[in-house]
Structure formats: C-alpha cells, structure tokens
T-cell receptor
Framework: EAQVTQNPRYLITVTGKKLTVTCSQNMNHEYMSWYRQDPGLGLRQIYYSMNVEVTDKGDVPEGYKVSRKEKRNFPLILESPSPNQTSLYFC?????????????FGPGTRLTVT | AQTVTQSQPEMSVQEAETVTLSCTYDTSENNYYLFWYKQPPSRQMILVIRQEAYKQQNATENRFSVNFQKAAKSFSLKISDSQLGDTAMYFCAFIPTGANSKLTFGKGITLSVRP
C-alpha cells in the first residue's frame, strides 16, 4: 500500500531532551516536507526537500533540523525541544512532476513538550 | 511572499444543501497549483480537489467543484448535496511549481453539516 508513515504517533517529552520523529514514504517521491499544525494558524511548513541531500527552510524552521540521506526517509530532529514546539506534526511527500504536485500526508505526530 | 486567506473560520450547512467555502491568495508566481484539503476528526489530511493555474476550466470531483478566478486570485470550493461525512476542517493551499517550492496553507475553516 502506497503510504507515508510517521513514528511515533504520540510523544510526551521534557524540555531539552533531544528527539527525532521519523518519516518514510514508499512511493519513490522526490519531494518531502514537514509541517506543524496549531489551532488558528493552519499548517505551516518547517522544512522541505526536493531530493536526496537537498533541503530548504520553510516558514518556521527555527528549532528544527532535517536530513535527507535516502530518498524514502526524511526525519525531523528537535535538538532541544521547548514547550512552544508542542504541536501536531505532519510529514508529506509528492512526486513533484508536471502530472502531480499533490502532497500525500502521513497520519500526524502529536508532540507535547513539558 | 505568498499568502493564502480563508476569512470564514466556521460555517454550517443543512444536510443535502450546497455550501461554498472561500479562499483568496496572493502571489507573484505565474505557474502554480491550488488545492483543497479536508481534515476530519481523525486528523488525516485528505486531498479533495486540485486546480492547475494554467487551466481555465474549473476542476470538479463528484460533489466537489471549484470556482477559480485567476485574475481575482480567488479559489472557492463548492460542496453540493452536503453529507454528514463532509463535517471537517477544510484547508486551501497554494504551491508554486518553480524554484520556490513552499506549500502555503490558509488557516482553515470548520464546516459542520447539520442532520
């Protein structure tokens, strides 16, 4: 089944404790991206990647890191999480071709930082 | 900078009736795509409909259709014969197809379908 998977789905952690949220897609998509969703703000892009070893900042990259060492994986790293990073996080991928720029979303990761 | 505006935070519609959700955007790009995504209580993001900016014809998908006005930078979603399962949050989104490949979402609108 074609899909984007994220792990973990739920995470409660403490301020300053490094964490990684994994994202993997099995559709051989070129484009991958991370978003955070907060009430009243919609979804905001954190980072995106057009290809392996190519990443770019979105609108809210502060406090986050990403890497794209393999085409299928795009982990989101929080080196020192803070309470303002409590949010719902989505990973997405896209074939990024003239036939389709549609984003396929993972199920989301609910992160709470205390 | 590109922006997407959904000015109505909430709407309500009677089952079987028609409702229109509005969206406006601002960009200097000429080639781009527009999307409407649905987010039900499960939180999953589901693509409802897409529109290529170079196509004049409005996209339709079953009960869902758009009114795309490129000059006015407007992209509204019409839901016909509303069903209880349409109750969800709806997001309008914009993405240019050039070097700046950031996807920008509106803040969303909560749609409630009344039985």
């Amino acid at each position: 089944e074609a899909q984007v998977t994220q792990n973990p789905r739920y995470l409660i952690t403490v301020t300053g404790k490094k964490l990684t949220v994994t994202c993997s897609q099995n559709m051989n998509h070129e484009y991958m991206s991370w978003y955070r969703q907060d009430p009243g703000l919609g979804l905001r892009q954190i980072y995106y990647s057009m290809n392996v070893e190519v990443t770019d900042k979105g609108d809210v990259p502060e406090g986050y890191k990403v890497s794209r060492k393999e085409k299928r994986n795009f982990p989101l790293i929080l080196e020192s999480p803070s309470p303002n990073q409590t949010s719902l996080y989505f990973c997405a991928s896209s074939p990024w071709t003239s036939a389709s720029y549609e984003q396929y979303f993972g199920p989301g990761t609910r992160l709470t930082v205390t | 900078a590109q922006t997407v505006t959904q000015s109505q935070p909430e709407m309500s519609v009677q089952e079987a009736e028609t409702v229109t959700l509005s969206c406006t955007y601002d960009t200097s790009e000429n080639n781009y795509y527009l999307f409407w995504y649905k987010q039900p209580p499960s939180r999953q993001m589901i693509l409802v409909i897409r529109q290529e900016a170079y196509k004049q014809q409005n996209a339709t998908e079953n009960r869902f259709s758009v009114n795309f006005q490129k000059a006015a930078k407007s992209f509204s979603l019409k839901i016909s014969d509303s069903q209880l399962g349409d109750t969800a949050m709806y997001f309008c989104a914009f993405i240019p197809t050039g070097a700046n490949s950031k996807l920008t979402f509106g803040k969303g609108i909560t749609l409630s379908v009344r039985p």
